[in-house]
C-alpha cells in the first residue's frame, strides 16, 4: 500500500489492496508549541485538522514531541493521524531548522480500524519549511 501526504496543505494519497480506495486528505497545521529556544528534555504539542479532497474535514492529526538533540536541534515525535475509518501512528526523529521541521524518514507502527495491522516506513520531505511538507509511506499489512 502507498500513502503520499503533505503537511500543513498535508496531501494525504492512501493506495490499499485491491479492495481499498485511493485517498486524498490535506492537514493543515492548528498549533505547535515548539518554543523559540528549546533545550533537550523540552515537549511539544502539534496539532491539525485532516481534510478530503472537497474540503470536508475527515479526522484530525496529534503529535506530542520531545526535544533529543540541540545542536542541530532533533525532536523524537510520536504522532496519531485520526480518521473516521481508523487511525495510524506515527513516530520519528525530526530535524529543525529554527522552528521549521526538516526532511527526514519516519516509521508507521500501527493501525486501527480499517488500518489495522499495517505497518510501514516513509520520509517527510520538506517542499516549504514550516510551511508544507509532503509524507511518503510504504504501508504493509
Known amino acids: 500500500m502507498r500513502l503520499i501526504a503533505l503537511l500543513t496543505g498535508f496531501l494525504l494519497i492512501f493506495t ?18 515548539l518554543p523559540a529556544a528549546p533545550e533537550v528534555g523540552t515537549q511539544f504539542v502539534s496539532t491539525g ?11 484530525e492529526q496529534n503529535a506530542n514531541c520531545s526535544v533529543v538533540q540541540r545542536d542541530p536541534l532533533l525532536a523524537q515525535c510520536a504522532g496519531v493521524l485520526r480518521l473516521s475509518d ?15 521541521a526538516q526532511s527526514c ?18 520520509k517527510l520531505l520538506a517542499q516549504r519549511p514550516g510551511q508544507s511538507y509532503s509524507v ?3 504501508l504493509k499489512p
Open 49 to 59: 485538522a485532516l481534510f478530503d479532497g472537497s474540503g470536508g474535514q475527515v479526522g
Open 136 to 138: 511518503i509511506l510504504d
Open 105 to 122: 524518514r519516519i516509521a508507521v507502527l500501527a493501525g486501527t480500524g480499517a488500518y489495522a495491522g499495517l505497518r510501514g516506513v516513509g
Open 86 to 100: 481508523g487511525d495510524i501512528h506515527y513516530s520519528a526523529v525530526i530535524p529543525y531548522l529554527g522552528r521549521s
Open 16 to 33: 490499499g489492496s485491491a479492495a481499498a480506495a485511493t485517498r486524498e486528505l490535506r492537514l493543515d497545521v492548528r498549533s505547535s508549541t
